[in-house]
Nanobody, 115 residues
């Protein structure tokens, strides 16, 4: 069983920044990881992903503002969020995708951007 622990959410004014962190328990090696978010009344949507080949993928609505990266411990992932907008308000969830295993999710961290 893999557990993911997220941190770094909070309340910030529009234009501000937050850095989310996610650490997976155990020595799981390098696996695809990423972030989704879910706003009230909306479906969960992909924000950013980092596969194992070093590339990164972003949703159009965060390109140029958010940056996903891995920590030195390969079971950690960060999401640097700059130029935040009120519409970025949501619960942010990290995930890890292991080979031939279900996707594991964190408990979510609330990000609230005030106008």
């Amino acid at each position: 069983q893999v557990q993911l622990v997220e941190s770094g959410g909070g309340l910030v004014q529009a234009g501000g920044s937050l850095n989310l962190s996610c650490a997976a328990s155990g020595s799981i090696g390098i696996n695809p990881m990423g972030w989704y978010r879910q706003a009230p009344g909306k479906q969960r949507e992909l924000v950013a992903a980092i596969p194992t080949d070093g590339s990164t993928n972003y949703a159009d609505f965060v390109k140029g503002r958010f940056t996903i990266s891995r920590g030195n411990a390969k079971n950690t992932v960060f999401l640097q969020m700059n130029s935040l907008k009120p519409e970025d308000t949501a619960v942010y969830y990290c995930y890890v995708q292991l080979v031939a295993r279900p996707r594991y999710w964190g408990q979510g961290t609330q990000v609230t951007v005030s106008s």
